[in-house]
């Protein structure tokens, strides 16, 4: 396993107006959704396994709160409920439903022709080891197989697939976040996954995105730290996967965790994402909870951090361009409709797909929102 790190110091340019170049600009709908459930909107969830195979939208698992919030102590519920929508330019259509064998969510997830890939990721007894194969027959039927385990269990990493090996980034078991790279070769059947690039800091919950053609570029994440405030990354940095290779080279205007993003044409677009400023405040009342000794305080203190996540104002829509040929940023226009993280935007065509997501604290969207994009 080798290691280099070199950091790029050149000045970013920050632009409020959109980069001319070949994409200008995105124009969102946010008026197509999940089915409904027992004739009312599906609640959405966070964490759903998804991926564009061929001209069709799969999306299943994921979590969310059915029986109310998690401070009306609402339990996090797993689902294991499965879609398959046709897409038809700017619009979808439900084909078909199917139902995963284990309930879990926040995997990383990856896609090459008709095939998905599911690593990692998390269910009702925390971080899981498993990584999933899963095909989309020409009936539209699922086919799921089991790949080899990932070393330890991990959640909230990225997967990327890059010339028959797949690539698992970063994330977070129960007690520390990973600052590794693990790389399985799905050429060799009988593979293990094995750590084969290691990252200048721990992440989880970062923007993990492939140009097909050796590199991957990773963008901002965090890292929780015990009793005290996450870190909240800047950085994007660049892997070569060849040379195994992580390169810094430029900085996000602010800090953000769990957004999403894609390459797109040399250029990274990150799309919406966690700036923090409502994160950090409830970890702060988490850490005074945990030490506070008197009860009345503690009572009182928990209320606080309640009312904090009550008026949650909801996630960034900023839409951010990384030209990676002169590494300069400049701004798109907002997302249009809710904001959502801890889900994947994908790519069909010329159009972004960006499926359910959790858009506030412990509120998730049936959104399925789409954008095309604008030359």
């Known amino acids: 396993m080798r290691f280099h790190t070199a950091i790029i110091l050149s000045s970013m340019l920050l632009s409020a107006c ?45 979590a969310n709160f059915p029986n109310g919030l998690p401070w009306e102590n609402g339990q996090k519920t797993y689902q294991n409920q499965g879609f ?6 700017d619009r979808l259509q439900l084909k078909s439903e199917f139902t995963l064998e284990d309930p879990f969510a926040y995997a990383g997830c990856a896609s090459r022709d008709d095939y998905m890939y599911i690593v990692g990721g998390e269910d009702k007894n925390g971080p899981r080891t498993k990584a999933l194969k899963i095909h989309l027959a020409e009936n539209q039927e699922v086919q799921i197989e089991s790949l080899a385990s990932l070393p330890r269990a ?49 992440l989880s919950n970062a923007i993990v995105a492939g140009d097909g053609n050796g590199k991957l570029f990773i963008v901002g994440g965090r890292k929780k730290n015990p009793l005290a405030k996450s870190d909240i990354y800047r950085a994007v940095l660049k892997v070569d996967l060849t040379k195994e290779t992580v390169e810094e080279i430029a900085e996000l205007p602010y800090g953000l965790a769990a957004g999403t993003g894609i390459y797109w044409q040399n250029n990274l677009l990150v799309l ?33 951090k309640n009312q904090i996540q009550v008026q949650h104002p909801g996630f960034s829509k900023r839409v951010w361009k990384l030209d990676l040929t ?29 499926p359910s997501g959790e858009v506030k604290a412990g509120i998730r969207t049936d959104q399925l929102l789409m954008g095309t994009i604008k030359h």
């Open 272 to 304: 919406g994402g966690d700036d923090a400023s409502t994160f950090h405040r409830v970890e702060e009342y988490l850490a005074k909870i945990q030490q506070e000794t008197d009860n009345e305080a503690k009572k009182r203190l928990i209320v606080e």
């Open 18 to 62: 959109a980069q001319q170049g070949s994409l200008s600009s995105i124009s969102w709908g946010a008026d197509q959704h999940l089915p409904k459930q027992q004739n009312q909107a599906h609640l959405g969830v966070a964490g759903p396994i998804t991926a564009v195979l061929g001209d069709y939208l799969v999306l299943a698992g994921g």
């Open 326 to 354: 002169n590494l300069t940023w400049s701004e798109l226009n907002n997302i249009k409709g809710e904001s959502p993280v801890t889900t994947t935007a994908l790519v069909h065509d010329e159009t972004i797909i960006i």
């Open 84 to 89: 398959i929508y046709q897409i038809d330019a």
């Open 154 to 202: 991990l959640t909230n990493g990225g997967l990327v697939y890059d010339s028959n090996n797949l690539y698992f980034v970063g994330g977070e078991d129960a007690k520390e976040v990973s600052n590794l790279v693990y790389r399985l070769n799905l050429n060799n059947t009988d593979a293990k996954w094995e750590a084969a690039i290691e990252l200048p800091f721990p």
